[in-house]
């Protein structure tokens, strides 16, 4: 046995390490359990999952604005997209104009596809998630982007 | 070789291992046992199977096992029963068990989860995350989950029950029958019409258990068994309820029961009200007034049964007076039937209906004397009797012959209370005298002048009646004292 070889472990002081290791381990699963619980499972705020309807309701071209959901819907030949009516400035909702769509607030003006083309607006309007429901009908996920170009396909 | 504080190391070790073990048995316990987690990776397994064309597998690929909810701020409401009930608006999830599987019916075609909730329609404890207290039936939550066949109860919130398909509501429109049928409204009151004896049913359906006497009672105490059990028995649910037995079978306690959960004024915002809800509140602003025998039948029949017969009341412990009686109404006059319908009879069961009490229109009033008047033909004026009465010898007269029913000063027993202010006011001396003249028939009144057998003169009579106008608490003691004065000069037998 050499000098750099750990003295041996002998019973009493297996039971001090174990009893002093457990209690560490105990008190960080405690921890952990405790560090979840700022994290809420739910969000209290009311559901952005709107159903808008049955597809063919909405025509290959068509655009059809939801004033209560603050969303316009379009259906193009590739598919449908849906874009936020909240402006990304200070929140008003953006009305359409000849070019896009004209925020009353503060003067911001968005192109047809949502970017920004005057006024103080930060970012573009944002594309919301187009899918179908388990029934057939269309929903858009108001709290979900997706990418600008993004079209959900029928 | 004793180690002191080995003893203490053990315990160090034995208690944090028996922590730990604990801790993770609960976070086992809540994050992969937890009923909901197991139902949606139930769900999820059902989603794999039916995920045969792309919409399907568009689904599944959707699917994530997580804590869902309707939240809908206009309602109160955060309903998280979609945590379990994933598929009731996939019309696929038809042939699955429950909780998977979807709602029955189209209801949820016009009303989609997301804007109504669930709790709106069948109450219980949306936050609920297990099916237990989603139900709810214990004491801290005041609306438990309703059962499916009660459930039409809610409809009305936003609807008119009167416009809705009869099929949809089976139980709620044989209990609106039930209600007038039955004449509740002799005694409750609805909608501001109806009687005072029992309590006002505008919000039964708001009452949680906690405003019921469940002491009587079989569990579970939820507020429709009391109801049910109520409707076959009050005076055994209710000690010393006036209410009798409503003669009803089990499916028409059940209607009523329905009837009674829809009675609740719950406040809606505007758009959720269907349009003929709107309707209905503009139209019982401006009622359309019943015809006199629905008035009637409505709101006089409990008591009052047909009316061509007095009836022993065992409740009331006091006759009910025929009032459609033939010697009744062809001497009382119009203006005598209307004073006592509209101001009732003090002293006595019968409340008033005026306008300002039991809400009935003047048009309705009117009605119901002629209905009432309707059997038979007003008679003859008799002769006015013209002597004059001696109330001293009245009294004496009153005690013999009277009081025995109507009670010492006429407070009334089992027949009518005859000096309340009401009949003193708006009975006439001949309607009175006619009454002790030839009695009532149908009614413990006997005639007090049979042509075979005259118990009381005419002079008796007219004492009689001088007794009795000193009844009239309004009158008082100088009237007594009138009337015994203007009768000594003429005193004498006729």
């Keep these: 046995m050499s000098r750099l070889d750990p003295p041996p472990l002998n019973r009493r002081s297996f039971l001090s390490l174990a009893s002093l290791g457990s209690f560490f381990a105990a008190l960080g699963t405690a921890a952990a359990g405790m560090l979840r619980l700022p994290n809420p499972a739910v969000l209290p705020g009311p559901v952005r999952r709107f159903k808008l309807g049955p597809p063919e309701q909405f025509s290959a071209g068509s655009e059809t604005p939801f004033a209560e959901q603050n969303l316009v819907l379009f259906r193009d030949d590739e598919g449908f997209y849906a874009i936020s009516s909240t402006c990304t400035h200070l929140g008003c909702t953006v009305a359409r104009s000849k070019d896009g769509f004209a925020c009353p607030c503060h003067g911001s003006r968005f192109d047809s596809k949502g970017s920004v083309i005057g006024g103080p607006a930060p970012r573009p309007l944002p594309w919301l998630e187009v899918s179908r429901a388990a029934n057939g009908e269309l929903i858009v996920n108001a709290d979900n982007e997706v990418p600008e170009g993004t079209r959900y396909r029928v | ?494």
């Design chain 2, 1 to 494: 070789m004793n180690d002191p504080s080995r003893i203490y190391r053990w315990l160090l070790l034995v208690a944090s291992l028996v922590t730990i073990i604990y801790l993770v048995s609960a976070a086992v316990h809540e994050n992969y046992l937890a009923q909901w987690k197991t139902v949606q990776r139930e769900y999820l397994t059902i989603l794999q199977q039916k995920a045969t064309d792309d919409r399907g597998r568009e689904l599944l690929a959707k699917f994530r096992v997580e804590m869902k909810q309707a939240s809908i701020p206009a309602l109160g409401t955060v309903d998280r029963c979609v945590t379990c009930h994933n598929g009731i608006d996939d019309p696929r999830m038809t042939d699955v068990p429950q909780p998977h599987r979807t709602h029955p019916g189209h209801i949820l075609d016009k009303h989609p989860v997301d804007r109504f909730g669930c709790t709106v329609c069948h109450h219980g404890q949306g936050a609920a995350l297990t099916f237990n207290e989603a139900k709810a039936e214990d004491v801290f939550w005041d609306y438990p989950l309703l059962p499916p066949n009660m459930t039409e109860a809610t409809c009305v919130t936003c609807h008119d029950a009167e416009k809705l398909p009869p099929d949809q509501i089976p139980l709620l429109v044989v209990g609106m029958k039930l209600y007038q049928e039955k004449s509740c409204g002799s005694c409750h009151k609805l909608g501001g019409r109806g009687g005072t004896l029992g309590p006002a049913l505008d919000n039964e359906g708001a009452k949680s258990k906690h405003q019921l006497i469940m002491t009587n009672l079989k569990p579970p105490h939820t507020t429709w068994s009391w109801q049910n059990a109520h409707f076959r028995d009050p005076g055994g649910v209710v000690p010393g309820s006036l209410m009798r037995n409503p003669t009803v079978t089990r499916p028409e306690t059940l209607a009523l029961t329905v009837y009674m959960l829809s009675q609740w004024k719950r406040d809606v915002p505007e758009s959720y009200l269907a349009p003929d809800k709107i309707e209905q509140k503009y139209r019982a602003l401006h009622p359309t007034p019943l015809t006199g025998e629905q008035v009637y039948r409505q709101y006089c029949t409990a008591c009052h049964g047909n009316g061509a017969y007095t009836r022993w009341d065992k409740k009331f412990n006091r006759f009910i007076p025929a009032i459609r009686g033939v010697s009744l109404v062809s001497t009382a006059s119009r203006d005598y039937l209307q004073a006592n319908i509209e101001q009732g009879r003090p002293g006595t069961q019968m409340p008033a209906w005026g306008p300002h009490a039991g809400g009935l229109l003047p048009e309705e009033i009117t009605g119901v004397i002629e209905y009432l008047r309707s059997g038979a033909t007003a008679a003859a004026p008799a002769p006015a009797l013209t002597l004059h009465g001696d109330a001293g010898n009245g009294l004496s007269l009153f005690l013999r012959n009277c009081a025995g029913c109507h009670g010492m000063n006429g407070r009334g027993g089992m027949a009518p209370e005859i000096g309340n202010p009401v009949f003193q006011q708006a009975a006439p001396d001949e309607f009175i005298i006619r009454t002790i003249r030839n009695g009532r028939v149908g009614t413990a009144m006997p005639a007090f002048q049979r042509p075979d057998a005259p118990a009381l003169g005419d002079q008796d009579i007219a004492d009689v009646l001088a007794y009795l106008r000193t009844l009239d608490s309004h009158r008082g003691q100088k009237a007594i004292a009138q009337n015994t004065v203007t009768a000594a000069p003429s005193g004498g037998k006729p």
